[in-house]
């Protein structure tokens, strides 16, 4: 079986003083939606490429247009038990109009009166992107489960000064072929490790080297190779490195542990029910150690 592989050696330890890091994706948002609004019709901004491509095919074509986008968004009302998108709570209720401007794309356009963490909760080093990239992700939560041709929800205020996505960062790969599937499902973590670091590192973390030089001391950070040996299974093996002994990896807290369930957590937010991770192991080359997250004891 081909694994993939990552990098081949680590980077000298750098010193890290105790930073405690929020995840963008945390916090619990009360929902709120719509009775349709007017429609625009102008291109939406693009979403942020992809961190891998794909040959990959879809088996189906993915739905567009205002009407998928309406019922896309009636339901996420109708889930809500709100009878309008104006039932929302802040910013939700900002929500002015809807559009589907690619297949599995849906746009949520919001007043330009959107006023950044009016409700003094963001973290020193968050934006608007990650405001509004949460919205996507309160959408996802509400009809995901149910919709599976649902790729990417981006929201924007009217003038596109201000936007964040959420996607599920697919890349077509058949669950049934293990190499594309690992790939797939590693895609999908560093994208979800963008979504929650982007603004804390201060940059698009495309490649593993970008978390690294943000938090060297992390092990996520040493990530060497990600393979499937069975469907719904992930084998992650991790480099030894700084992040030993260091302020992710304690007698309290296994770093081994730490990245097996968060890694799992971060990937199935991403996939849809039937691609999810059912079990995901954590090694660390030529080590004894390891660990192990298993999808039931994770809240999936």
Known sequence: MRTRYIFTAALAALALSGCSVAS?????VEHASTAVAAAENTTAPSSRTPLAQT?????SPIPAGQEWADEKVNAWVENSSVKSVKGFLYPFNLINSWNSPESGHI????????QFNKDGTAQRY????????????????????????LETVT???????????????????????LDAWADEKYVQWLDAMNDAYESFCGTTIEKL??????LPADPHAYVESV???????????LSPGPWQGNTYDTDSMRGVDF?????????????????????????VDGEEESGVAKREDWGY
């Open 259 to 283: 990245v097996a369930g968060n890694m799992i957590i971060k990937i199935n937010k991403k996939a849809f029910t039937t691609e999810q991770v059912e079990t995901l192991t954590v090694v």
């Open 126 to 149: 968050e934006t608007a992107r990650d405001e509004l990239r949460i919205m996507g992700l309160i959408m996802f939560e509400s009809i995901g489960d149910d919709s599976p041709e």
């Open 209 to 214: 080297e970008d978390y690294r030089n943000c």
């Open 24 to 28: 963008a994706e945390g916090g619990d």
């Open 155 to 177: 929201v924007t205020t009217e003038d596109g000064t201000r936007t964040g996505s959420f996607s599920r960062s697919r890349t077509g790969a058949d669950p049934s072929d």
């Open 227 to 237: 393979e499937a040996p069975a469907e719904g299974e992930l084998l992650v093996t």
């Open 55 to 59: 040959n990959a095919a879809t088996t």
């Open 107 to 114: 746009r949520l356009v919001i007043d330009n009166s959107y």
